[in-house]
């Protein structure tokens, strides 16, 4: 579902309590540090106290990697573009996400802050421990090291010039979904999901170029 804001320069307001509104701010290193940490804690934690051979830790490790990037796709998707349909949906959807798409390039909103995270973490690490057993560790610290490196490839789009070689797609995925069209396109740290659930935008610059072969 779109959300009803035009991208803007600088940062947005989402409270008028200047405490509410401080806590809405974070700056990138504080979780990008804190789950590449845990995820790599969790990894030892498996193989060196839990006595996990460290392949199979390690397979546990990439099998939440993988699991964090449907995560992603699935959140961005159906909560964060969650359909407006009363003030209160609206007022929801612009707190969690329409504030980035207000302002896309405002550095202290482009991870959610780390009280909520961590919050989120916990429940994930314990509901992995439970369903799967001691692999749950590992599994969960993939999950964690996923979500780290999902914010370094969103606040790298954002904030650095498209790079010329391959992790350009990056770029080029993350802009469909802000400047051509927010309907598509919700996978960030690849295109991956887009590709399964049928959700890649038509790149208008193509459309454009079918259109003059067809003349
Ligand atoms: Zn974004
Ligand atoms: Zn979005």
Redo the contacts with the bound molecule.
């Keep these: 579902m779109a959300?009803q804001t035009k991208p803007r320069p600088g940062a947005g307001r989402i409270f008028q309590s200047p405490v509410l509104e401080a806590l809405t701010k974070t700056h990138i290193s504080i979780p990008l540090a804190l789950f590449w940490a845990i995820g790599a804690i969790s990894l030892w934690y498996s193989i060196a106290r839990l006595g996990i051979g460290w392949s199979t830790a390690l397979t546990f490790f990439l099998g939440g990697m993988v699991l964090f990037t449907l995560v992603e796709y699935l959140m961005?998707r159906f909560l964060?573009?969650i359909p407006a349909a009363t003030p209160k949906r609206r007022r929801f959807q612009y707190v969690i996400?329409g504030i980035?798409?207000e302002h896309p390039r405002d550095k202290q909103r482009l991870a959610m802050p780390p009280v909520v995270s961590l919050v989120l973490a916990s429940l994930f690490i314990t509901l992995f421990r439970f369903t799967i057993g001691p692999n749950g560790f590992a599994f969960g610290g993939g999950f964690l090291f996923g979500y780290s490196t999902y914010l370094l490839a969103h606040y790298a789009v954002h904030i650095f010039k498209q790079p010329k070689n391959f992790l350009g797609i990056l770029w080029k995925h993350h802009n469909l979904?802000?400047y051509v069209g927010?309907d598509g396109a919700?996978g960030v740290s690849s295109p991956f999901w887009d590709y399964i659930f049928n959700t890649m935008p038509k790149d208008p610059r193509r459309r454009e170029a079918s259109k003059v072969n067809l003349l």
Excluded: S
């Design positions: 959300v961005h964060y573009h996400h980035h798409h979904h802000h927010d919700f």
